[in-house]
């Protein structure tokens, strides 16, 4: 949990609650700017996250992220994840430029917070198909964008996570 008077509290300031959330997107699109959304654990940042991002980012003018809970991720992916609680994970994430709001989630999937922000475009990296993507039949409904983003291989937490066992 971050310290309360230490700098990080800054961006943290991207850190919403949904109904806090909720409100900020509607404003961004009253004033014509297209909301990105994107969803997961992020548990270890590494390349294939960041590379997706970044290639999120650019298909609007505001990237949202929801950000699964502890609780959400142990259920996931298992009792041993995540490696990095919530707090530290949003830190992360809200450290990035092209990041504009993070809103953490305690459901098993994004869907209800997917209905609730409306977003524009939704996107996830390339390990999921449209088909696979929570949310992609809401979004597409309402004349939304749903998108498969560039894969890059070899990079997951899973990965990094085996990597830092066998060097121990
Ligand atoms: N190598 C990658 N290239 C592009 N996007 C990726 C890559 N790995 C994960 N993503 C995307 O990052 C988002 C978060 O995924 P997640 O946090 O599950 O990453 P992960 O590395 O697959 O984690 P884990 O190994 O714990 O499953 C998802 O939208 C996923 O599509
Ligand atoms: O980090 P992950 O495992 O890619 O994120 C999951 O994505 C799921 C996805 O949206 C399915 O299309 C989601 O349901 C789950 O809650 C995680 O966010």
Redesign the pocket.
Known sequence: MPIMDHPIQQPLQKLLARERLIQQVAEWQQAGEKVVF??????LL?P??L??LLEAAALGQKLVIGLNSDASVKRL?GQN?PINDEMTRASFLACLYFIDAISIFEEDTPLELIKAIKPNILV?????TVNTIVGANEVLARGGTVKT?????G?????LIKKIQEQL
């Open positions: 994107t969803n997961g654990c992020f548990d590494h294939g996250h590379n997706y992916k994840r996830k990296g390339g390990d999921y983003l560039a894969f890059v291989p990079y997951s937490t899973t990965n």
